[in-house]
């Protein structure tokens, strides 16, 4: 008994050593295919690779520049409490289905001033995602960021406070989005704010769908079992390149609960000449309106 008391001891001190080996400052300079993400290794030629960060604790991880990776550029799970700053992704070819940088299970993860070129999402956010802050992004083309989707497999975990500020999107295919498939699991999303946001010529600029289906392999009839509520979007300014600026269209058996609207113009730039305003659309949310909501026209709130 006092042996096993004993090496319990030991264990949990060496663990707290190890993690304390792990509270340093790193920073990566990597120029190719993608990062082992060790710190130490330039595997910039391995064209598979991409940028894993997983099982980190207390880390504060600058300067990683990553061009043309496969797959999600960055990779972040299993961590709790670390810091990307001043991060570079880059792929100047156009590769779909790359996510610039890609959280899940993750707890307190701070993200601030980054630059993404890429392909599919510029930062996506899974299941598990909590206290997970993002500021100072700007990028170039790409689906924008997005929480989600949710709710696809069974043993979710929550998506909790995510704090987005000061993000600049120009030309991308989506603003901000959250997504969760109909007919899904149960889980749960709040917390989401959205603040401080430059949408430039942006395709979906403020989305949540709760009917998310690329495959259309679902059985839509049934609603999202993923609960969305304490959604905050603040100060979302810019262009729209399509006349659907705003859609806000949650769960029919859990409509979104406590979802804000503050200080929102964003404008038509399409091509249509017809189309006067930007418009929105919502379903299955009531929003709160504060402060200016100049554009979309809100005749349907
Ligand atoms: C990558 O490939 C180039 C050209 O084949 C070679 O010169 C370079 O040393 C390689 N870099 C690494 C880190 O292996
Ligand atoms: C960050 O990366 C850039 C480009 O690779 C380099 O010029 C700069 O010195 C790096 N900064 C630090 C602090 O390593
Ligand atoms: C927003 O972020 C950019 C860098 O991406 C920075 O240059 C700018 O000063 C920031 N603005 C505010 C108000 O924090
Ligand atoms: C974002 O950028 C602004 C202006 O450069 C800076 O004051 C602020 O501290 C930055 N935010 C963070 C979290 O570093
Ligand atoms: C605006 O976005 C649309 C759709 O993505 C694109 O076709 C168009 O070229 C963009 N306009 C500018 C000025 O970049």
């Not at 990566?28 to 290794?41: L, M, P």
């Not at 810091?83 to 701070?110: Q, W, Y």
């Not at 730039?269 to 949310?285: C, F, H, P, T």
Request: aromatic share 6%; hydrophobic share 35%; glycine share 8%.
């Amino acid at each position: 008994m006092r042996f096993k008391f004993v090496a319990l001891f030991v264990l949990v001190y060496l663990l707290s050593t190890i993690s304390h080996l792990h509270d340093a400052i790193f920073e990566y300079n990597v120029i190719g295919n993608g990062a082992k993400c060790d710190g130490k290794t330039d595997n910039s030629n391995l064209s598979r690779s991409e940028c894993m960060i997983n099982w980190y604790y207390k880390w504060i991880i600058h300067n990683i520049t990553s061009l043309d990776s496969k797959m999600f550029h960055i990779n972040i799970q299993n961590c709790h409490n670390i810091n990307l700053k001043s991060t570079t992704i880059d792929a100047s070819i156009m590769s779909l289905n790359t996510d610039g940088i890609h959280i899940g299970r993750s707890n307190r993860v701070n993200i601030i001033g980054a630059d993404t070129n890429i392909g599919d999402d510029c930062i996506s956010l899974g299941d598990g995602s909590q206290h997970i802050n993002i500021e100072n992004v700007t990028r170039g083309l790409g689906h924008g960021i997005s929480i989600g989707s949710l709710g696809k497999y069974h043993g979710e975990q929550r998506v909790v406070g995510i704090t987005v500020r000061n993000y600049t999107l120009t030309n991308t295919a989506n603003g901000v989005r959250g997504k969760t498939w109909p007919n899904s699991y149960k889980s749960i999303a709040y917390g989401l704010h959205f603040e401080d946001i430059m949408m430039n010529n942006v395709s979906n600029p403020i989305i949540i769908d709760q009917n998310y289906c690329p495959s259309n392999l679902c059985r839509t009839s049934v609603p999202s079992r993923v609960r969305i509520s304490d959604v905050l979007f603040k100060d979302i300014q810019g262009t729209s390149a399509v006349d659907m600026a705003m859609q806000l269209r949650c769960g029919k058996s859990l409509p979104c609960q406590n979802v804000k609207l503050r200080d929102i113009g964003l404008k038509y730039v399409g091509m249509d000449k017809s189309v006067k305003n930007a418009i929105s659309q919502r379903s299955n949310v009531k929003p709160s309106i504060m402060g200016r909501i100049t554009r979309p026209a809100c005749l349907t709130f």
